[in-house]
């Protein structure tokens, strides 16, 4: 893929203020490279986010941006998409901004599929407040507002995102930049509400809270990268896949006869592959994606459009309907 823009083209001349270490820088960084290669003019581009370490984002971002209030960020985005359908849209938001005082308007953002990307920053814990327990955070997690061990039960973002009805639902992790790379390209493509979780690491208050998955002792086992069309094997040697054994997934030789090809297009594969579950690998990739959904945009114009053919007159709108006379 060809462009007239570079990386640099993205990159705004704000210092970049995150502590050391921290996986939002390379986020950032993909963000940017993706923007280059997709070939979108800047000023056709906002970012919009809420609260939060990963929303500084707009700033250090050479496009529009803005940074609105804590958990509110779909719904500003919801308001400069009806006014502006032709804007490369993007958002960011965090495990605690996202899901927890944001939770209600990420879900009624998935559930119109305004055309958007909207990226979640995983990392199980709220960092720029220093580190109180996330709705995200692991049950038994110590916390400065959980010194005896968090007794909530986490959130899955998969499973609440997957059950608002999301068109597009794609995971990636922080330490692999052309992965984040390819995925945030891919949800471009998308046409709707596009949902990218990202694993993130807090290198202050949750350091290696995904090194299961970023470990190069334990990855490739520990997650499985989900490509449309390609069988689902994993494993270091690629040794190991998934079959559907009655109504779940199991791992078996990479031999088998029954191996599953993914298929993004598929919902109840992908509900099965977003599910928790300890004895499976965690899909990483674009795992869903519906293949036809009007955006939200495009019918409220549509809705705007017919209203203008039946315009009336003030006075007729007043003698309209039921009338009596006083």
Request: overall charge neutral; aromatic content about 8%.
């Amino acid at each position: 893929m060809s462009s007239i823009y570079k990386k640099k083209d993205f990159v705004s001349d704000q210092q970049v203020k995150w502590c050391p270490g921290c996986g939002d820088y390379a986020i950032l960084s993909s963000v940017q490279q993706s923007m280059a290669k997709i070939g979108v003019a800047p000023h056709n581009i906002a970012v919009v986010s809420g609260i939060g370490c990963s929303s500084r984002f707009p700033y250090y971002m050479g496009t529009y941006g803005l940074h609105s209030i804590h958990g509110r960020a779909p719904a500003f985005a919801t308001g400069l998409k009806i006014q502006n359908p032709d804007l490369s849209l993007w958002v960011i938001t965090g495990d605690g901004d996202g899901l927890s005082i944001g939770a209600n308007h990420l879900a009624h953002l998935i559930r119109r599929n305004v055309d958007l990307n909207l990226i979640l920053f995983n990392n199980e814990i709220y960092g720029l407040t220093k580190g109180q327990y996330s709705p995200t955070s692991s049950k038994g997690l110590k916390t400065k507002s959980s010194p005896y061990g968090s007794i909530d039960r986490p959130f899955h973002p998969a499973d609440f995102i997957m059950g608002s009805g999301s068109t597009y639902f794609a995971r990636t992790i922080d330490t692999d930049p052309k992965h984040m790379s390819e995925v945030f390209m891919d949800s471009n493509e998308h046409k709707g509400s596009s949902i990218i979780e990202v694993y993130q690491n807090c290198v202050i208050f949750n350091d290696k809270v995904h090194d299961e998955y970023t470990n190069r002792a334990t990855r490739d086992d520990a997650s499985i990268r989900v490509v449309h069309g390609e069988k689902l094997l994993f494993g270091k040697d690629m040794d190991k896949g998934l079959i559907l054994d009655g109504l779940e997934l199991k791992v078996v030789s990479h031999n088998h006869n029954d191996i599953l090809v993914h298929d993004k297009h598929n919902k109840v594969l992908a509900s099965l592959l977003c599910a928790k579950n300890p004895h499976l690998p965690v899909a990483i990739g674009t795992i869903y994606e519906a293949k036809s959904v009007a955006a939200y945009e495009e019918d409220v114009k549509y809705q705007i459009e017919e209203a203008k053919k039946n315009t009336m007159s003030v006075q007729d709108l007043l003698e309209s309907g039921n009338t009596w006379n006083v």
